[in-house]
């Protein structure tokens, strides 16, 4: 049954009911997933940046076409690496002996990284089952099935998000939120939230997508004034016209929830700042001030997405890809010194997620579509100062990649996604259901939680 | 309504009288209207002085918001926004230089080719200098020595998005399968990499056709004429990649001269299957129906591969056969409740705009970028988030009906609980008050305000080709009558009451799907 056929006045009891079953969790703390999608597909490269003498000489031939250590095509300067240079906590030795550094703007994420709340994933990307480059090759695509259109971003994007091409319903947030409606009592339909634009990534098989503005929700100003009957009666009639109906239930949901939703929110006092003229800070903010909420609305459980676009770096990459990571930076620091402020670091799991890696070969100035990327886990429960995952050579020819420094990912997303989906509650018999490949990964649990 | 934006008296008439192939010729026959480009001129948005005009994109908007809101030839515009959510080109992402310029430019493209071949177009675009700037074709540069590699942006898009699309289509649409049940893709990274060589070597023109350039005391570099986005793209052979192309199946040699490499690798993106299914479906979708039969599909696909005299890609033969196919012209029943779409946000506002008969105090249309979802449209043309427009071809909205019945709803990619609740109190804003200098007149209703009836029969025809239901209208009719209009009310009380009138209509989910 849809849930939306319901209407939003009718109780989620019908739906709960057969979902409870299903809920391995009885929820009694709080927790949230929160993910940042960086549009566009984020460069790894010159996010995680090889930093040690030998790498760093290799990275700039490559991106640079020259020796040197200045800035120079798109290689950053060593010089301005060495403030966020990376020493892991636990002494783990990298491939090659790699020393990372991150970008130059990354100053919050590196202090966070040295106070072991954020954690790095090397090379994760979508990944049917374990892939060697000899079965990227192989024409056998029965016995060596691979994701499909890797270098296309609305696909990479639905991919990533669902495990499904463009026209995915569900995505891997929702399914999560799925298990967990059972727990959020009167508001399950506060389970999952953007506060981005409409992402499939928090739509469940039963949990919708709430979507909220970075000022909270938007209240129908005609329905305070002399013409509220007339706009009520229009906006919430029913119609046997199934879009004309689903515009209905859509209007319905923003009246109904508004008024809670808001009263919510304004009961919470959030002092820290958050960084001005940034888009993603915004949404960022909305979604500390709703966790600071979580009691208030009664929810135990809730998976947020918010995003950042503007990563599609083909062109002018070293003065867009810095403007970009500040804004990350300012947004993500903020964000996680809010949930100090509100004493749910520990409850709280922010990670990021892109359409994917690019070359690290040059286009002169920009670098092009790629495959697998570095993501950043950030939370209090998260065992950070560590890498995890396998790092790839910094090479356009090694075995690692598959072509002009397009990582084949070492981890898939469904084992990334399946550590968090762990961690906030869901049982290893309930992955295959939110994470349909993970059965073909010897290891469900990358271990950054 | 799936023709333009709106209607007119003399549209009815002629429509009931000569019926829809004389009226589409009469369409056709019309000539283009004042350009975006000499809009942009005659406001003076190309004076290089201190004020900076040539690095502010606000006069893209103006310029957009003028030829949707004004002027006769809206066929030939609509037809130009549906190629735009196509072929994008977004003003935010013009960066530097000109982007009004180089918008406008990009936009008179489309208006000029909408009624001519797709062919001419894929090769007038491909050139053009905004385009160049967004998908990065300005500027490509060759493989080197050292690694460098030419940019795939164009070329890819350019067979994703504009011309062949990801899998192998039947006549109708339909996804061609494998022995395994599969789709069957394209094309290859290698078919990317290898097209990609195709299109190195371009960059502006800054100088035929009379461009200039001029020093200012105000700026470190001169300051360049508006020719830079007007020109199409130079082609610079030193720039051009030296390795033979391999894509699709067709060779092209390196001594092969790089405007007959261009011309051979969009021909064969021109004449591949796909090409004609491919747009065909995209075109009923973004005018008459999300979710056309294959039948449908192929009906336009085959006026695409053959207007009938042996001419592909003829454009006015794909808009007669969408806009004239029985699935179009059907008139809807109860039972067919998937049909139609849901009017994207800028067809909405534009439609009320000329219904309402706006009208600029200064001919400035100072109207920014409406897209913002909590305030405004969720929307605004030429102003999509990416490449991939504001939504989808294949959006399925989740947990819906829709999905449940396997169908897809673009428009609602960006239909969500805030943009329905900003888009009614914009809407609530801007019948009654307009934008800046931009006015509603009311001015065909103003004289029959006091006829409560008679207004809501006006606009519902207008609006929705008398489509609201009778409960609907009955709930306007009443709202309306507690403004106690009569022949002697002033008419600012008159315009309110219209502008109710609007809103309401406006706002009901009768209105918003398009049958």
């Given amino acids: ?449 | 309504m799936q023709a333009q934006f709106s209607v007119s008296d003399a549209d009815i008439t002629a429509l009931t009288s000569t019926g829809w192939l004389a009226w589409l010729q009469a369409r056709y026959d019309e000539p283009v209207g004042e350009t975006g480009v000499a809009w942009l001129n005659s406001q003076g948005h190309n004076a290089i002085t201190a004020e900076k005009r040539y690095r502010a994109r606000k006069f893209g908007d103006y310029m957009i918001w003028n030829q949707l809101l004004a002027g006769p030839d809206q066929m030939r515009k609509r037809m130009a926004l549906a190629l735009s959510e196509t072929f994008v080109v977004s003003l935010n992402s013009l960066e530097a230089i000109y982007p009004s310029y180089l918008i406008a430019a990009y936009w008179d493209v489309l208006t000029a080719h909408a009624f001519g071949n797709f062919r001419q177009l894929l090769e007038a675009l491909t050139l053009n200098a905004g385009m160049g700037a967004f998908l990065n074709t300005r500027g490509n540069l060759r493989e080197d020595s050292r690694g460098r590699q030419p940019d795939e942006n164009f070329a890819r898009e350019v067979m994703q998005l504009f011309t062949i699309g990801l899998y192998e289509l039947n006549p109708d649409g339909t996804h061609k399968l494998d022995a395994n049940s599969k789709p069957v893709e394209t094309y290859t990274q290698e078919d990317v990499t290898n097209l990609a060589r195709v299109f190195t070597g371009y960059e502006w023109d800054y100088l035929s056709n009379g461009g200039t350039s001029t020093p200012v005391t105000w700026e470190r570099n001169a300051i360049p004429s508006t020719h830079l986005a007007t020109n199409p793209m130079r082609f610079n052979s030193n720039n051009h990649s030296r390795v033979e192309v391999n894509f699709l199946g067709t060779k092209i040699t390196i001594t092969t001269p790089g405007a007959d490499a261009l011309h051979i690798a969009l021909d064969r993106l021109f004449y591949h299957d796909n090409t004609g299914p491919f747009f065909a479906r995209q075109m009923i979708q973004r005018l008459v129906t999300s979710n056309p039969t294959p039948e449908y599909v192929q009906r336009v696909a085959t006026v695409f591969g053959n207007n009938g005299s042996g001419v592909r890609g003829d454009l006015k033969a794909v808009w007669t056969a969408i806009l004239t196919d029985e699935e179009a012209r059907a008139m809807p029943t109860a039972a067919d409740t998937l049909f139609g779409k849901m009017r994207e946000p800028i067809v909405r506002f534009a439609q009320w705009a000329r219904t309402a008969e706006v009208a600029s105090s200064n001919g400035e249309y100072v109207i920014d970028d409406l897209s913002a979802p909590e305030t405004m449209l969720g929307q605004s043309p030429l102003q999509s988030p990416s490449v991939f427009n504001f939504f989808r071809p294949g959006y399925v909205p989740p947990n819906t009906a829709i999905a449940t019945a396997g169908k897809v709803a673009p428009e609602f990619q960006i239909h969500n609980e805030t943009s329905t609740a900003g888009y009614i109190n914009f809407m609530q804003r801007v019948t009654r008050n307009g934008i800046r200098d931009v006015k509603p007149s009311y001015a065909t209703l103003l004289p029959i305000a006091h006829d409560i009836p008679a207004v809501v029969d006006w606009l519902n025809l207008r609006l929705t080709a008398n489509q609201l239901t009778s409960q609907t209208l009955g709930v306007v009719r009443a709202a309306l009558r507690t403004f106690n209009i009569n022949a002697s009310s002033s008419s600012s009380e008159k315009h309110d009451m219209l502008a109710t009138a609007c809103f309401l209509i406006l706002i009901s989910p009768g209105y918003l799907v398009q049958k």
């Fill in chain 1, 1 to 449: 049954m849809q849930l939306s056929a319901l209407g939003v006045a009718t109780p989620l009891a019908i739906n709960l009911a057969a979902i409870g079953e299903a809920a391995a969790f009885d929820a009694t703390d709080y927790k949230a997933l929160v993910c940042v999608f960086l549009y566009g597909g984020n460069d790894y490269a010159n996010t995680v940046v090889p930093y040690d003498a030998a790498n760093y000489a290799k990275y700039h031939e490559i991106r640079a076409g020259v020796a040197g250590e200045d800035e120079a095509g798109i290689a950053l300067a060593r010089a301005d690496l060495t403030a966020t240079a990376l020493t892991p906590l636990d002494g783990a030795v990298l491939t090659d002996g790699l020393q990372y550094a991150l970008a130059p703007q990354l100053v919050g994420l590196k202090s966070l990284f040295d106070a072991g709340q954020l954690g790095i994933q090397l090379n994760v990307g979508p990944l049917i089952q374990p892939t060697t480059l000899a079965q990227y090759q192989s024409s056998d695509k029965v016995a060596n099935p691979l994701p499909p259109k890797i270098f296309s971003h609305n696909d990479q994007t639905s991919i990533w998000q669902s495990d499904g091409s463009e026209g995915s319903t569900n995505g891997w947030g929702g399914r999560l939120g799925d298990i967990a409606l059972a727990s959020n009592s009167s508001n399950a339909q506060l389970t999952c939230i953007s506060a981005s634009s409409n992402a499939v990534f928090v739509a469940g098989r039963d949990a919708l997508q709430y979507q909220i503005s970075p000022g909270g929700a938007i209240r129908i100003k005609a329905l305070d004034g002399p013409l509220r009957n007339a706009v009520n009666n229009i906006v919430t009639r029913s119609s046997t016209h199934v879009l004309e109906s689903e515009c209905t239930e859509v209007t319905r949901r923003s009246i109904d929830l508004e008024g809670s939703v808001n009263t919510a929110l304004a009961g919470v006092t959030l002092t820290r700042a958050f960084p001005t003229g940034n888009r993603l800070a915004r949404q960022m903010q909305v979604v500390a001030r709703l966790i600071g909420a979580n009691a208030a609305l009664g929810v135990k459980r809730q998976v947020f997405f918010v995003s950042l676009g503007g990563f599609d770096t083909h062109n002018s990459l070293m003065s867009r890809h810095q403007r970009l990571l500040t804004w990350l930076d300012g947004a993500m620091s903020a964000f996680y010194a809010a949930t100090v402020e509100l004493g749910v670091a520990n409850k709280v799991t922010t990670f990021t997620a892109s359409d994917f890696g690019r070359t690290l070969s040059s286009n002169s100035d920009g670098s092009d579509h790629g495959w697998g990327s570095h993501h950043f886990v950030m939370g209090g429960a998260v065992k950070g100062g560590r890498f995890y995952g396998t790092a790839p050579h910094v090479s356009i020819e090694t075995d690692d990649q598959v072509g002009q420094g397009r990582l084949l990912p070492t981890t898939a997303v469904d084992q990334f996604g399946a550590t968090l989906a762990q961690w906030f509650g869901c049982e290893p018999s309930e992955l295959p259901g939110i994470l349909p490949n993970i059965g073909n990964f010897s290891n469900a649990n990358v271990g950054f939680l």
